[in-house]
């Protein structure tokens, strides 16, 4: 039958026909066209490094990590972290989520030029840790980044996840693991006392090089701090290898004994004697009498003083290690 389309004719001999028609579907023209989903194309801001996160919050895994001048593309906006009094965040077509902060103005309203992604829940996992020595909690893995906390030892952390780098063969005493902690910085594994629930926790993901200042409005130049005067003009790139994520490191007694003192001065109570080339592993270093140009004293992971004067290699025998190596007196936070 012209004209109907898929018929199907049920007819026997002297009976009527039965005629049944399917649904007609319209041409492939006449179809609605749907208008293309809302995006935005953005870039990550001069000079800032970000993470693109699984939620829009600063506790929450990493998904990506993002340098300065990428280009990203944007799909919608949540609410999140408060970052510099902005809660807004984005979420990329890399299914993760970036603060507003980081990246650069944009001429109109998030919240009226984009849909709402929905409210999306802070979702991270958690086990307990404890720091064994006095660690420094920093923005990003690695010894030369800014610190956020100072802790002293035996304080009690709650980890968030954990980010394997490659082992400091240099310093022996590093296996590159780093933990990410409630106060959104990372301790080193090898200053806490042995992780329980490590396995239990997620992985990190990528991690950017990050700065205070990125998430500083109005930067203003800082005193700098006394660091440890190395005795060389500079460090050769092999040393800058080895050393750039080193905190505890090694070192040897290089004469007959060496005192190991309960207070940075010699005349206070010795608690251990090490005798020649021992091993020492210091903690952090400070002056005998706060002062720069008086003796150097280094506290041990035996917490007593030795004069760095009576080790080899001395800390400023190191230009990496003396401009890095954190004073004991920083040491205060207990939360």
């Known amino acids: 039958m012209r004209g109907i389309p898929n018929v199907l004719l049920a007819c026997a001999a002297g009976l009527s026909c039965v005629v049944v028609a399917s649904p007609v579907a319209e041409p492939a023209h ?29 506790l929450c895994a990493n998904v990506a990590a993002y340098t300065y001048k990428t280009d990203i593309v944007l799909t919608c906006w949540t609410d999140g972290t408060e970052v ?18 980081d990246i650069i103005e944009h001429i109109g309203d998030y919240t009226t030029d984009l849909p709402f992604c929905g409210t999306i829940p802070e979702e991270y996992t958690t086990t307990a840790g404890k720091t064994k020595y006095f660690t420094e909690c920093n923005i990003s893995p690695g010894l030369a980044t800014d610190h956020i906390k100072m802790y002293k030892n035996e304080v009690d952390l709650t980890l968030t996840c954990m980010y394997v780098d490659l082992p400091d063969t240099g310093a022996g005493i590093n296996d590159g693991v780093w933990f990410k902690t409630t106060s959104n910085c990372y301790v080193s594994q090898n200053l806490l006392h042995p992780v329980e629930g490590k396995d239990t926790i997620e992985d990190c993901g990528p991690i950017p090089f990050m700065e205070k200042k990125m998430r500083e409005p109005d930067p203003e130049e800082e005193p700098e701090t006394s660091s440890f005067s190395a005795s060389s003009p500079a460090a050769d790139i092999q040393e800058r290898s080895t050393l750039k994520r080193r905190f505890l490191y090694e070192t040897y007694v290089g004469e007959e004994y060496a005192n190991c003192h309960l207070d940075h001065n010699p005349s206070s109570e010795v608690g251990k004697v090490f005798q020649y080339n021992d091993t020492v592993t210091p903690q952090c270093g400070t002056y005998e009498d706060g002062t720069v140009g008086s003796p150097i004293w280094l506290l041990t992971t035996d917490w007593c003083y030795v004069q760095d004067a009576l080790m080899e290699p001395n800390l400023i025998d190191s230009v990496v290690r003396s401009e890095n190596f954190p004073h004991c007196e920083y040491f205060v936070d207990t939360e």
């Open 30 to 58: 006449l179809l609605r066209r749907q208008p293309p989903p809302l995006r935005i194309n953005s870039t990550v801001e001069d000079g800032i490094q970000t993470e693109c996160k699984k939620c829009p919050f600063s």
């Open 84 to 101: 510099i009094g902005d809660t807004i965040w984005l979420k990329t077509t890399d299914g993760c989520y970036v603060t507003q902060w």
